[in-house]
T-cell receptor, first 111, second 114 residues
């Protein structure tokens, strides 16, 4: 799997958009970008994934650059409950492969 | 909707004692099942995965083992725990077959070996 680079921590004001960047410059053409988050002492929660088109669901938006070497997860209106560690992962779909969780970005939403 | 259960939520065990953690999934059939471990402040490490009853693949050699006695049941075991087995154990599932992308995680079991 390609490796990803994320900032170790970020702050965001409550109610504002949180934009979490991820670099994946060695991504292969058949690798997807996934985002998960982990709130303290809980299991990781799936957020969104995409291949090359921008994606949006009820939780977030995923913006992938045209060259696919980076992406941004957008939480449009961050709340205190969005405080968590956010993981950006790239992988080829294969049921035998695990999700390689790096250190992620610790997002702190401030009141 | 699908749900995944793990128990117990927390466990404190002495070194050398046995271990059995259980994971069950509801609301789906023939899922792929996974066991991960997360050490304090670290990322997740895949331990085992299963694509069907009795089919277990191990990713990391260790004193742990896994079994899948039923379609939606996944068990993590050890005959003798080590101090290094302490950690946060997570079970996950994904839809079976090649058209599944995301894994969904359970609430986890926090194991402390003393």
């Amino acid at each position: 799997d390609a490796k990803t680079t994320q900032p170790p921590s970020m702050d965001c004001a409550e109610g504002r958009a949180a934009n979490l960047p991820c670099n994946h410059s060695t991504i292969s053409g058949n690798e997807y970008v996934y985002w998960y988050r982990q709130i303290h002492s809980q299991g990781p929660q799936y957020i969104i994934h995409g291949l090359k088109n921008n994606e949006t669901n009820e939780m977030a938006s995923l913006i992938i650059t045209e060259d696919r070497k980076s992406s941004t997860l957008i939480l449009p209106h961050a709340t205190l409950r969005d405080t968590a560690v956010y993981y950006c992962i790239v992988r080829v779909y294969n049921y035998g492969q695990n999700f390689v969780f790096g250190p992620g970005t610790r997002l702190s939403v401030l009141p | 909707s699908q749900t995944i259960h793990q128990w117990p939520a927390t466990l404190v065990q002495p070194v050398g004692s046995p271990l059995s953690l259980e994971c069950t999934v509801e609301g789906t059939s023939n899922p792929n099942l996974y066991w991960y471990r997360q050490a304090a402040g670290r990322g997740l490490q895949l331990l085992f995965y299963s694509v069907g009853i009795g089919q277990i693949s191990s990713e990391v050699p260790q004193n742990l083992s896994a079994s899948r006695p039923q379609d939606r049941q996944f068990i993590l075991s050890s005959k003798k725990l080590l101090l290094s087995d302490s950690g946060f154990y997570l079970c996950a599932w994904s839809r079976g077959g090649r058209n599944s992308y995301e894994q969904y995680f359970g609430p986890g079991t926090r194991l402390t070996v003393t």
